[in-house]
Antibody, heavy 125, light 108 residues
Framework: QVQLRQSGPGLVKPSQTLSITCAIS??????????WNWIRQSPSRGLEWLGR?????????DYAASVKSRIAINPDTSKNQFSLQLNSVTPEDTAVYYC???????????????WGQGTKVTVSS | EIVLTQSPGTLSLSPGARATLSCRAS???????LAWYQQKPGQAPRLLIY???NRATGIPDRFSGSGSGTDFTLAISRLEPEDFAVYYC?????????FGQGTKLEIK
């Protein structure tokens, strides 16, 4: 059974960097199939996809245009996890952040089938 | 970016009734990579349907998805008390992935 466990601070000051880690059990971050996503949810923006990382004989990233200049999603193969870093945060980045697996087999994609528990992040001084 | 518009915003029905939720895309969804999720308060979304019409593992057969191109539907036959929640559609055929704004299914 695949599980994702998130960890990270709940409060970040404006202009600083938001960092959340998603630890994977039951699957591998470097599996040559699916992808590892970050999504956030706020009352004003609803569910917003932020980006993903995936391995296809080398690592790729794919980011939403709205955060592309400020985001990094990095895999950590030694710990079987991946992380979100969002720089220069403002109160608009206040949201619940989720990691999620996007399963794929034989080049068919199955949607976001496993989610982390969510991390509520408030950006405030 | 593909914009997904869900309707209605709120649906009030009684247990045992049938629910029909709509999701319309601003452009055709590649490979019909359209998913539906259920979200309850304080919980992460749960995948119900992928590829427009395929139920995810463990999802009861009262949930069904249909549609292609730009028009998609989630139907829930014989509503159970635990089905009252918010439902989202999502397209994952083209980056950036996008979500609809949600339909709240409430008890009448």
């Amino acid at each position: 059974q695949v599980q994702l466990r998130q960890s990270g601070p709940g409060l970040v000051k404006p202009s600083q960097t938001l960092s959340i880690t998603c630890a994977i059990s039951g699957d591998s971050v470097s599996s040559n199939g699916g992808a590892w996503n970050w999504i956030r949810q706020s009352p004003s923006r609803g569910l917003e996809w932020l980006g993903r990382t995936y391995y296809r004989f080398k690592w790729y990233n794919d980011y939403a245009a709205s955060v592309k200049s400020r985001i990094a999603i990095n895999p950590d193969t030694s710990k079987n996890q991946f992380s979100l870093q969002l720089n220069s945060v403002t109160p608009e980045d206040t949201a619940v952040y989720y990691c999620a697996r996007e399963e794929a087999r034989h080049y068919y994609y199955y949607g976001l089938d496993v989610w982390g528990q969510g991390t509520k992040v408030t950006v405030s001084s | 970016e593909i914009v997904l518009t869900q309707s209605p915003g709120t649906l009030s029905l009684s247990p045992g009734a049938r629910a029909t939720l709509s999701c319309r895309a601003s452009q055709s969804v590649s490979n019909n990579y359209l998913a539906w999720y259920q979200q309850k308060p304080g919980q992460a979304p749960r995948l119900l349907i992928y590829g427009a019409s395929n139920r995810a593992t463990g999802i009861p057969d009262r949930f069904s998805g249909s549609g292609s191109g730009t028009d998609f539907t989630l139907a829930i036959s014989r509503l159970e008390p635990e089905d009252f929640a918010v439902y989202y559609c999502q397209q994952y055929g083209r980056s950036p992935y996008t979500f609809g704004q949600g339909t709240k299914l409430e008890i009448k």
